[in-house]
């Protein structure tokens, strides 16, 4: 599986991002993934536990000294852009009081019919691949993780790691649902399936993309 999106980033950066992905890792691992030294890693690491972004659990296997398991921290996960918050859930909590949770819902699905147009008119009429390329760019700029793969099948991977509203989806989940939809009305012309999805306790959301016979 080919990712079809590459961006640059600082050494630091990269760990964060690879531990976003790759919870409880040990430090070679990081290593190898990274192709920086061991040394390097660990260096890294005491900054970024002493930052306090990440954070480590200690697995003893048999004999010897344990092997150290590192993943990011609440302070860590939120170091990540998010452009919503606590205000926007404030805010729908106002307006559920106001209008009532039914009206809420209809305004919620009305905001993804509009998203949704906006990501049309962003990612214009290209091929499938072009279109989702343009996608993971317009998702990025608002804050998400997101990542396109190729498979060998011709089928494409869609991933987010990061949710930019993940405030927001602990005390509205049917955002979620309502995002699948709006998936589904951008790429009109293609099948899509979810894969993964944070909501059930997974690390990732992803989407399996293929373009209709």
Request: glycine residues 6%.
């Amino acid at each position: 599986m080919t990712s079809l999106i590459t961006e640059s980033v600082s050494t630091k950066q990269a760990i964060l991002k690879y531990l976003l992905k790759n919870p409880q890792s040990q430090a070679f691992k990081i290593s190898e993934a990274l192709k920086i030294s061991a040394q390097a890693v660990r260096r890294h690491l005491k900054d970024l536990e002493s930052e306090g972004l990440i954070e480590y659990v200690a697995v003893q296997a048999g004999v010897g000294r344990p092997h150290y398991l590192y993943s990011l921290s609440k302070e860590g996960r939120d170091n990540f852009p998010n452009r919503y918050g606590n205000f926007a859930v404030s805010f729908l909590d106002a307006l559920s009081e106001t209008i009532g949770e039914n009206k809420l819902n209809e305004v919620l699905r009305r905001q993804w019919e509009n998203k949704a147009q906006e990501y049309r008119s962003g990612i214009g009429n290209g091929s499938t691949q072009e279109r989702l390329v343009k996608l993971v760019e317009l998702r990025r700029q608002e804050g998400y993780m997101a990542e396109i793969y190729c498979q060998s099948d011709g089928a494409f991977i869609y991933l987010e790691h990061h949710c930019a509203i993940a405030e927001v989806v602990e005390s509205y989940p049917n955002v979620c649902s309502h995002e699948f939809e709006m998936f589904a009305a951008i790429l009109s012309g293609e099948s899509i399936e979810r894969t993964h999805w944070l909501k059930d306790g997974e690390n990732i959301c992803g989407y399996l993309i293929k373009e209709k016979n």
